[in-house]
């Protein structure tokens, strides 16, 4: 059985299938040569992530395909049910990297409140003459401890957020479109565990109104979550980041909440007009900017390549 990671694929996963006698493919082939490979090598797995697309004019082309996987959660740069449709299993890796997109919405998030993602910036270039002024143009920061955090969407990511939320002292609230209650244990390092059970909410505008942060964790969708509707209901001084998808944020109505004063600072992995963003989004103090890092964590990576390992050596052993 031949395996092509046309996006790579963690060492550990390369290994796994090795072991199980699998042949892994170690090429890199463009999107307008993949059908022409697959074909002359009767590829049986293409593995991808978010760089290769997976249409159905692909998997019309490549009738040896028995399993397309993704690297990761989402699976918007694959034609899921059509796939499926031709008989071919569709896997995906849905909680490998919940953990490191989390830990990057607090990365950003500390950056924010401490301003150390605009002081990184005039450090190198005022630090040596301006010391003291900026010293004093940064003295506003915040803690996270005790202030109120809004989860929008409650999947692995968003658990883990909440999760980590908790364990820095912040008010909890998730806001979801159908009603949940879930349990989340935080397990700690001499084997103590506590559960925190959580019901979600559906009303926004009340969600909205007292959030101190607000982190974003939804598939893409069909027009905007926050738009400038959703700015005007916000609290003042709002920090807000967005891990999930570009286009979940109306990014122009985001920059003008910002100057308004009604959103402290924003933190962006993911952008509309990916891989291009907008230079005025590039260019703004006020936003942490990330090029979608958030799963891209040598940890992550390494569960993301076992667990498609093993999805793929139970199905041929069946």
């Known amino acids: 059985m031949k395996i092509l990671a046309n996006d790579g694929i963690s060492q550990a996963g390369e290994n796994a299938l090795k072991e199980a006698g699998l042949q892994l493919l170690e090429h890199k082939v463009a999107q307008e040569q993949l059908a022409p490979f697959i074909n002359e090598h009767q590829v049986d797995v293409l593995l991808v992530r978010s760089a290769t697309q997976v249409r159905k004019e692909l998997i019309d082309a490549c ?3 028995k399993i397309i996987g993704r690297g990761g959660i989402g699976m918007d740069n694959i034609d899921v049910e059509y796939a499926r449709a031709k008989g ?4 995906n890796t849905p909680t490998a990297s919940s953990r490191s997109v989390a830990e990057m919405v607090f990365a950003h998030f500390f950056s924010l409140a401490r301003f150390l993602h605009e002081s990184n910036r005039t450090m190198p270039l005022e630090g040596e003459l301006k010391f003291s002024e900026l010293k004093k143009s940064y003295s506003k920061a915040v803690e996270l401890q005790g202030k ?13 957020v909440a999760k980590m939320g908790i364990a820095l002292g912040m008010n909890i609230e998730i806001f979801t479109r159908t009603p949940r209650t879930e349990t989340l244990t935080l397990n700690f390092m ?4 506590v559960h925190f059970e959580i019901s979600t909410t559906q009303d926004l505008q009340a969600f909205l109104s007292n959030k101190d942060f607000i982190s974003l964790h939804t598939p893409k969708s069909e027009g ?5 509707n959703q700015f005007e209901q916000m609290k003042d001084g709002v920090f807000i980041a967005n891990t999930a998808r570009g286009g979940v944020i109306n990014e122009v109505a985001l920059l003008d909440a910002i100057e308004s004063g009604k959103v402290a600072g924003a933190a962006l992995d993911v952008f509309e007009n990916e891989p291009h963003p907008e230079l005025a989004l590039l260019m703004h103090p006020q936003l942490s900017l990330s090029p979608h890092l958030g799963g891209n964590t040598m940890d992550a990576q390494e569960k993301i390549g076992t667990e498609l390992a093993a999805q793929i050596i139970q199905f041929f052993k069946n």
């Open 63 to 65: 009738p040896s395909l």
């Open 88 to 91: 071919i299993l569709v896997i």
């Open 148 to 160: 109120n955090l809004g989860i929008i969407g409650f999947g692995s990511i968003g658990k883990e």
């Open 190 to 193: 001499d084997g103590q565990a």
């Open 224 to 228: 905007y979550i926050i738009d400038q």
